[in-house]
């Protein structure tokens, strides 16, 4: 494995879509990985797990799968020998017969994190104050207002089906931890990566660094690839 046929999959969560890792794509790129978006229809965590698999059949070689938020959940479902690292940006990380809900709701929220609801199709749509306020209240004004226009909504399913065996258990993990993050509490963070055994990276960040702070997001995307790389040239040659 090496960073020039690597490929980075990288995983959008709760009302977002790929587009929530254009500031990082192109450093990505430029450090000559592979880098794809995985489309999830938030619908519920088996079909988003299928989703993913169905992206990782689009790609060859060896594979580091990057989830944010509710993706941590997704990024753990998929069984893959090429998968090689996992890396979770101020991710949730159920453990097997969990849900996203019970490790989310783990200790009260931050007093600015919104009041959530499902409409009548079970869908959860994001308050535009909650942008604001809570999802990316680092980010400028303009970004927010975009992310609240072009939002994705999640089902009650996702956050309610139980994990099965996350994949964390066997694979190399690093975990992002956001410090200063009002949606996923960062002692919850803490919890889950050091329940992972995850190389954690702790940072003055919010909960979307990705477009706040995309440098610090790559750096760590880029430690996962070459510290898996070197796994897999010892591994090769020993054997």
Known sequence: MSAQNATVVLVHGAWAD??????VILPLRGLGVDVLCAPIPLTSLTDDIAALSRTLERTSGPVVLVGHAYAGAV???PIDERIKALVYVAALAPDEGETVAQVFYREPPHPEAPHLEPDRHGFIWMPEDGFRKAVAHKASADQKTIMAAVQR????KCIQEVAPRPTWKTKPTWYLLAEE???IKPTTQRFMAERMRAKIRSHIVDHTPMYTEPNIVVDVISEAVRETQLIEVSARSAS
């Open 153 to 156: 909504p999640i089902a009650v």
């Open 18 to 23: 790929g587009s929530c890792w254009q500031n």
């Open 181 to 183: 993050d009002r949606m």
């Open 75 to 77: 990024i753990a479902g």
